[in-house]
């Protein structure tokens, strides 16, 4: 059983908005703290944003303001709002716990 699956990628023009989703097993959801990263096209995986069993958030600096991670409990599933999306949003995102990585959904914004 697949503890982390991506989903909500696609498709949008410049400004738009995605939420992606993120179901994960319930033994992981309360427990642990739960991340979203990227990887662009020939670039390393970055931090995104980071949600902690207490409720407190992280971002990385660069996302703040367009990007909020969010979760919820009733469905164990974590999501990622983005707004305002940009050509170099573009990039694979994938949800993570603990070094345990999603298989990843694509988000490509171009006009």
């Known amino acids: 059983q697949e503890q982390l699956v991506e989903s909500g990628g696609g498709s949008v023009q410049p400004g738009g908005s995605l939420t992606l989703s993120c179901a994960v097993s319930e033994n992981i959801f309360n427990a642990y703290a739960l991340d979203w990263y990227r990887q662009a096209p020939g670039q390393q995986r970055e931090f995104v944003a980071e949600?902690?069993?207490?409720?407190?958030?992280k971002y990385a600096d660069s996302l703040k303001g367009r990007f909020t991670i969010s979760r919820d409990s009733a469905k164990t599933t974590l999501y990622l709002r983005m707004n305002n999306l940009k050509p170099e949003d573009k990039a694979v995102y994938y949800c993570r716990y603990m070094g345990v990585w999603g298989q990843g959904t694509q988000v490509t914004v171009s006009s």
């Open positions: 949600l902690y069993p207490s409720g407190r958030t």
